[in-house]
């Protein structure tokens, strides 16, 4: 049953040209150097806490594999298992830091540019009825 259906969907989608993510080929070198350096420090915080890749994996219910794609840095591996992985160690909250818009000083000085000088009132439709 379940050869029929995916042979209907490989039908379907027969003759349709499907683009690949550019980022599949190569990621740009700062992003795959960070991630590298992620992979590294998650590593070294399970070998300080004397853990190994499958106690870590049971732990954050998934499997050896992935614990250790992230530890390489694989671009590829779940952000769900980088986040379980910072969690299980402790460093979460550094995590949650990520992208905090109140420290985004180069989009805080667009939005304060893009403001408009005074506030105008609206011609659009009311419901003043």
Do not use: C
Request: hydrophobic content about 45%; aromatic content about 6%.
């Amino acid at each position: 049953m379940l050869l029929i259906e995916s042979n209907l969907v490989l039908a379907a989608f027969k003759g349709i040209h499907m683009r690949r993510n550019q980022l599949f080929a190569a990621q740009p070198y700062p992003v795959e150097s960070a991630l590298k350096r992620l992979g590294a420090n998650l590593r070294k915080a399970r070998i300080r806490r004397r853990l190994t890749i499958a106690q870590v994996a049971e732990k954050i219910g998934t499997g050896v594999r992935a614990v250790m794609d992230a530890e390489k840095g694989n671009a590829f591996t779940g952000i769900a298992v980088y986040a379980s992985l910072l969690w299980q160690y402790d460093l979460l909250r550094e995590f949650e830091d990520l992208a905090n818009p109140l420290k985004d000083k180069h989009g805080i000085a667009l939005a304060d540019r893009n403001e408009p000088e005074r506030a105008r009132h609206s011609r659009g439709l009311d419901n003043d009825f």
